[in-house]
């Protein structure tokens, strides 16, 4: 519970940072990733390269959005004053958890956020863009403007091997 409100705080935080120094405005284009189930979210602590290998090691957390958030707000934080998810989604990860897994060459990746150029005004919400897996592992290592670790991804996998990572939109 405790990590939890923690990481819930810090991405508020974010969102605010990030609309207040970066001019970031959440649009109405935005739409759920769809859920399947091979697929699932999850906090990357850690990207790795061995030779010529990426490895992520995620932890697994349960994302809700919606009604569904609501629901679950209400039940665990019972703040009377409070009755709904703060930005409409809520993350609950009770255990912390290091699984690593092998990531395919091949993997598709898509992310709604990053840093392009190194200026924040150019950190601008777009939707599902497609990065290469070599790309995104060079995007992951900076963490000056836009810290991917802050972000839940919905991780896809088969036969052992992350096959899909998409980064997850936080207001």
Same mark, same amino acid.
């Given at each position: 519970?405790?990590?939890?409100?923690?990481?819930?705080?810090?991405?508020?935080?974010?969102?605010?940072?990030?609309?207040?120094?970066?001019?970031?405005?959440?649009?109405?284009?935005? @739409?759920?990733? &769809?859920?399947?189930?091979?697929?699932?979210?999850?906090?990357?602590?850690?990207?790795?390269?061995?030779?010529?290998?990426?490895?992520?090691?995620?932890? &697994?957390?349960?994302?809700?959005?919606?009604?569904?958030?609501?629901?679950?707000?209400?039940?665990?934080?019972?703040? %009377?004053?409070?009755? @709904?998810? %703060?930005?409409?989604?809520?993350?609950?990860?009770?255990?912390?958890?290091?699984?690593?897994? &092998?990531?395919?060459?091949?993997? @598709?990746?898509?992310?709604?956020?990053?840093?392009?150029?190194?200026?924040?005004?150019?950190?601008?919400?777009?939707?599902?863009?497609?990065?290469?897996?070599?790309?995104?592992?060079?995007?992951?290592?900076?963490?000056?403007?836009?810290?991917?670790?802050?972000? &839940?991804?919905?991780?896809?996998? @088969?036969?052992?091997?992350?096959?899909?990572?998409?980064?997850?939109?936080?207001?």
């Amino acid at each position: 519970m405790k990590k939890t409100a923690w990481r819930l705080g810090a991405l508020l935080l974010l969102g605010l940072f990030m609309i207040h120094s970066v001019g970031v405005a959440s649009s109405n284009n935005y @739409e759920p990733v &769809p859920k399947a189930s091979n697929q699932e979210a999850a906090y990357i602590n850690a990207l790795k390269v061995k030779d010529g290998q990426v490895y992520l090691e995620i932890d &697994p957390i349960e994302w809700y959005e919606g009604e569904e958030a609501n629901a679950i707000f209400r039940e665990r934080e019972q703040d %009377p004053e409070m009755t @709904e998810a %703060p930005d409409g989604y809520y993350i609950v990860n009770d255990t912390v958890e290091r699984i690593t897994l &092998p990531v395919a060459a091949n993997a @598709e990746v898509r992310l709604q956020l990053y840093d392009h150029t190194g200026r924040h005004e150019d950190a601008q919400v777009v939707w599902n863009q497609q990065v290469s897996l070599d790309k995104f592992t060079d995007i992951y290592r900076k963490d000056d403007i836009v810290d991917m670790k802050w972000f &839940p991804f919905h991780i896809t996998v @088969e036969d052992g091997e992350v096959v899909k990572i998409i980064q997850q939109y936080v207001p």
